[in-house]
């Protein structure tokens, strides 16, 4: 399992052009968590890092299919 560190948190979020409230409530938490997350006050526990990693999957798999990389067969 990925070791989310807060700037890996925060890179998420900003590579994804994401407001602070958006990610929180994608993730299920406050705004305030998100902000002690993405400062290294808290550290996500194993709960949260699998999500943040089911995110990270979701994200990366759109990417793929919003680029439309012929590389790819249908099945």
């Not at 994401?18 to 994608?26: D, G, H, I, M, W």
């Amino acid at each position: 399992m990925k070791d989310w560190l807060p700037e890996d948190i925060k890179a998420f979020r900003k590579r994804h052009n994401l407001y602070q409230r958006e990610f929180a409530e994608l993730l299920g938490v406050t705004r305030e968590y998100l902000v002690y997350l993405e400062r290294g006050v808290k550290k996500p526990g194993k709960t949260l890092k699998l999500f943040l990693e089911c995110l990270e999957r979701e994200f990366k798999r759109k990417e793929v299919k919003k680029r439309g990389d012929g590389n790819l067969q249908k099945r």
